[in-house]
């Protein structure tokens, strides 16, 4: 009797923990980030600028709050290329976005670790490229690096550090760069292009103390049942 009662509210602590990061994904104009860490979104891909019926030419990239001082922002990111279709070759070279305030200085590393700003064909003035290759500190539309077809996510981390102290920072105008880009059935050899992005709010990783609520609650769960006594009837 007891049981029927104790288990639910036992495990209700984690179910509310959980529900917490469970709301839908939908698409914003920009993405802003302030003090919470683990914060995270998205910049989605699909088709390229000025084309119509590409959809199977797709990627990713998201970004996470790791780490941030009154001055910085440390963001992780994992970037897919998600191309296929009629697609036999396509490679995400870079990716690049612009910024509430312009920091004064950029780091990243990964294979995303050339840092740009300036002009991308398709795009326009961008404040921050990460690229895959080049040389140099302008948004290059062209090197030989970056992600192809059927990679393995590309991960890394950048940092964006200010003058001054900031409560926030926000990335808006996304934009990623195609090289090498042959689809046979849409006519496409050897092309390069330009994407623009769909900016998708994601939930926050889940806090230390929401796992630790979880795993103590149903493990509490699992002491009471370990308790009853074998063939006990529950009423």
């Given amino acids: 009797m ?6 639910p509210t036992l495990a209700l602590p984690a179910l509310i923990a959980l529900s917490l990061n ?3 994904a939908h698409a914003v104009t ?5 003090p919470e860490i ?8 699909q088709g390229l600028s000025g084309e119509t019926g590409l959809e199977s030419l797709a990627a990713s990239v998201t970004f996470t709050l790791v780490d941030r001082t009154e001055d910085s922002f440390t963001f992780a990111y994992e ?4 191309a296929g279709g009629e697609f036999t070759s396509a490679r995400l070279f870079g990716f690049g976005f612009n910024l509430s305030d312009k920091p004064k200085d950029i780091t990243a590393d990964g294979l995303y670790g050339r840092v740009g700003s300036g002009n991308l064909p398709g795009a326009g ?7 895959a290759g080049g040389s140099g500190k302008a948004c290059a539309p062209s090197g030989s690096g970056g992600l192809g077809i059927g990679s393995l996510p590309a991960e890394g981390s950048f940092t964006l550090s200010y003058k001054n102290p900031m409560e926030s920072v926000l990335i808006s105008n996304g934009s990623a760069r195609w090289n090498d880009l042959s689809a046979p059935d849409a006519g496409m050899d050897d092309e390069d292009g330009t994407a623009v992005a769909a900016f998708i709010p994601l939930d926050p990783m889940p806090e230390p103390g929401s796992w630790a609520m979880l795993i103590a609650g149903f493990g509490m769960v699992g002491a009471a049942l370990r308790r009853q006594r074998p063939g006990a009837r529950m009423a």
Avoid: H, W
């Fill in 79 to 82: 970037a897919k290329n998600l």
């Fill in 22 to 24: 469970s709301a839908p």
């Fill in 125 to 131: 003035k961008l404040d921050v490229c990460l690229m």
């Fill in 2 to 7: 007891v049981a029927q009662y104790i288990l």
């Fill in 38 to 45: 683990g914060a995270r979104g998205m910049m989605q891909f």
């Fill in 30 to 34: 920009f993405l802003e980030f302030g």
